[in-house]
């Protein structure tokens, strides 16, 4: 895990980017920092693309002054770390899957656990992404009860549709 506090997001050059990951050094800073950089730059694919060359699921997260803390997890699951010194409200939490964009069982009770302290949560596939936010009650909902009630449920998002609107 790292944890940028006060500090800006460094992009590496990717060919010491690769070198970490052909070296499985998963808390290089390198990786670690350049994760951080394409999430605050909301480059989405890119940050997947790291992801998926690591072979492991990554998360991101935003406290209230935008601090951030990354994770890299197993292949299959990545659990965000209590960011320990973080100012709520968590602003976002950003994550990947191996290959679709989906509220997974552990992803909702994620989301049921944190509902009250964060804000936005986002989850990123190979070409697309699926969002929530807290709901005010005008959306559809993750259910009909409980804490998962207060997210709401949106359709899944092309990056090419957000690169053309972002003018990337």
């Not at 460094?10 to 990951?21: E, K, Q």
């Not at 197993?74 to 950003?94: F, H, N």
């Not at 259910?143 to 998962?148: M, R, S, V």
Request: proline share 6%; charged share 25%.
């Amino acid at each position: 895990m790292i944890e940028m506090n006060n500090e800006t997001p460094f992009l590496h050059d990717l060919p010491r980017v690769m070198r970490a990951i052909q070296s499985n050094e998963l808390e290089s800073k390198e990786i670690l920092e350049t994760l951080a950089f394409l999430a605050c730059t909301k480059s989405w694919r890119k940050l997947w693309t790291i992801a998926d060359l690591l072979s492991r699921e990554v998360s991101v997260l935003f406290d209230d002054e935008n601090n951030v803390w990354v994770d890299i997890g197993t292949p299959g699951m990545v659990r965000p770390k209590p960011p320990l010194g973080s100012r709520l409200p968590l602003r976002l939490w950003i994550h990947t899957h191996p290959y679709d964009a989906y509220w997974s069982s552990t992803d909702l009770d994620t989301l049921a656990i944190y509902s009250t302290v964060l804000q936005e949560a986002i989850v990123l596939g190979h070409d697309h992404l699926k969002r929530t936010v807290r709901n005010d009650g005008s959306m559809p909902a993750l259910a009909a009860t409980g804490p998962l009630s207060s997210w709401t449920s949106e359709d899944l998002v092309e990056y090419d549709i957000l690169e053309g609107l972002d003018g990337r």
